[in-house]
């Protein structure tokens, strides 16, 4: 085994050790896909992970997006590696391959129907169900057999986000040809204001946030009556009164809506805003005091911009009928993929807040029987631990266990991984290192260009949301990646940077509906700048530079 082991190391220059399932796989290259593991997954969150993973959903999207080279991912230490995509890609493809692609192309047309009628409503019934489900007086191995069967039904519901992820791309990918191939102009940037201002899952909830904000905003007595409530007890309190009544019934919605979105895709462990109502009670008392304005109109912009680009291209393809047509045809077909894309990230964040929910009430069992210490405990032990754990109860062995991975846990958390592993990396893996130097006056970080514009402003690196109350209205955000459940902060910021992301990422298609510069994809930014520095971020030309 000790062959199969390449020891790398973490920022801070402690040992990162892979043990490789085999040669074959220890010979590919991998990056850290920080988009959807910022941070080191606990043991039950991989076990989700994993098991998402092994549905067909998303091994064939994979397929439409440049072929199997998302064939094996590797998390060691908790963090998700994809291997790189080949440097040339397949000159043919296999014909079960191109089969999947042309379903996907037929599939297109009809998404967003074919979504709301018959995929959506599924994913719908299976959240509510695994949110609501508890295990009342069930024996230990029942209940943690009906765990297992909830972790599936999440798989499922979020493998039902990823079917719709392969026509979505289909959907998307012709207008970006088109682009590239009849306009003598930037292709990506005019996909950009040709998908942008429809209104989606998350401008919808942003928008929710604004008006109750605008609530708090026009009645002072409210504001100070919030200062005397537990969150907890807002909403039953303040709908027996008469000046509270409109604001709770607005909050209430809203929780049921976007409460139980994830912070993270597949990490159990952080908890949901219908948990931390206080943090939304916070950012609506922010919103309040800063008169920030309605975020539709950011929508509302970017409409314009689509229908004026939209019809400066129509009239450069007059006299090519047929171009013309295609070119209608491509725009119609796209105009549903920032919707779906939205819709998509919004369910697939609440399928797993809402797994969560019935782990917390399975680990309070636990802990009345003395296995565990806190509900939360039950993160730390893989599914079939939580199995052997409920037939043989040794209460010191479990705990003992818990505590040694929350402790290396919170290590993980202080730092960030290696960004790629496997192949040539090797070559390198014992060479030490202090981490990334900070950031100097002078040096430009390159990252990727996501959304024009030019800001300087402070920089405030938020690790989780927990995090996030360090942020005031012009701040500059800089975080590893965001997820739909991040959304609320946008209206706050001038700018956004992160470790990771593409231009199809979460992070990118929010920060241009706001019109705020956004530079992705640069390594070891939340250690190289620090809170408090004036930054310049250039999302134009995807730089970022320290002022002062």
């Not at 040809?177 to 919808?204: H, I, K, M, P, W």
């Amino acid at each position: 085994m000790a062959a199969l082991t390449t020891t790398y190391h973490y920022e801070n220059g402690s040992d990162f050790p892979v043990e490789w399932p085999n040669a074959e796989i220890a010979e590919r290259e991998y990056w850290w896909n920080s988009q959807h593991t910022p941070f080191a997954s606990t043991p039950l969150s991989i076990d989700y992970l994993s098991t998402v993973w092994s549905r067909n959903g998303p091994k064939d999207f994979v397929h439409v997006s440049g072929g199997h080279f998302i064939d094996t991912i590797v998390h060691p230490h908790g963090y998700m590696y994809i291997p790189q995509r080949p440097p040339t890609p397949p000159t043919t493809v296999a014909p079960e391959l191109q089969a999947i692609r042309e379903r996907f192309t037929r599939e297109a047309p009809n998404l967003w129907k074919s979504w709301k009628a018959e995929h959506e409503p599924i994913v719908v019934k299976s959240s509510h169900t695994i949110k609501n489900s508890t295990f009342p007086s069930m024996p230990l191995p029942a209940m943690a057999a009906r765990l297992r069967e909830l972790v599936d039904l999440a798989a499922d519901g979020f493998d039902l986000t990823m079917v719709a992820a392969g026509p979505m791309m289909a959907a998307h990918l012709p207008l970006v040809a088109f682009c590239q191939a009849e306009f003598d102009e930037d292709a990506g940037a005019l996909v950009e204001e040709l998908e942008g201002g429809y209104s989606n899952r998350t401008t919808s909830a942003d928008a929710q946030m604004w008006q109750l904000a605008n609530i708090l905003r026009n009645n002072p007595e409210l504001q100070k009556r919030l200062q005397t409530i537990d969150a907890a007890d807002i909403i039953t309190t303040l709908a027996a009164t008469p000046n509270g009544a409109l604001f709770s019934k607005g909050l209430a919605k809203y929780i049921e809506q976007y409460g139980f979105r994830a912070e993270v895709w597949f990490e159990l462990t952080t908890p949901t805003q219908v948990e931390n109502l206080q943090m939304v009670l916070d950012e609506l008392q922010r919103a309040a005091a800063c008169d920030e304005p309605d975020p539709h109109l950011a929508t509302i912009k970017s409409a314009r911009i689509r229908r004026a680009t939209t019809r400066r291209l129509q009239k450069r393809l007059e006299g090519k009928l047929e171009k013309l047509a295609q070119f209608n045809r491509v725009l119609e077909v796209a105009s549903q993929y920032v919707p779906i894309k939205e819709s998509r990230g919004y369910w697939q964040m609440t399928m797993t807040g809402s797994l969560r929910m019935p782990c917390l009430v399975a680990g309070q069992v636990f802990v009345d029987h003395g296995v565990l210490k806190t509900s939360d405990d039950i993160f730390y032990l893989h599914i079939e631990e939580i199995e052997k754990a409920s037939a043989n109860p040794d209460q010191a062995t479990w705990k003992q266990l818990v505590a040694t991975r929350r402790a290396e846990h919170a290590a993980r958390m202080a730092t960030n991984p290696p960004a790629n592993i496997g192949g040539k990396h090797e070559a390198t893996a014992n060479v030490a290192t202090t981490g990334p130097a900070v950031l100097t006056k002078g040096e430009v970080l390159k990252g990727l260009a996501a959304s024009a514009g030019v800001v300087e402003g402070r920089a405030v690196v938020v690790k989780t949301l927990s995090e996030a109350g360090k942020l005031e209205t012009g701040d500059i955000l800089v975080c590893t990646s965001t997820s739909p459940a991040w959304s609320i902060l946008f209206s706050r910021i001038s700018a956004v940077v992160t470790a990771g992301g593409g231009p199809l990422s979460h992070t990118a298609i929010v920060a241009r509906e706001y019109k705020i510069p956004c530079v992705l994809d640069i390594a070891g930014v939340t250690s190289r700048v620090q809170d408090g520095m004036r930054i310049r971020v250039d999302g134009t030309a995807g730089t970022v530079e320290l002022v002062a």
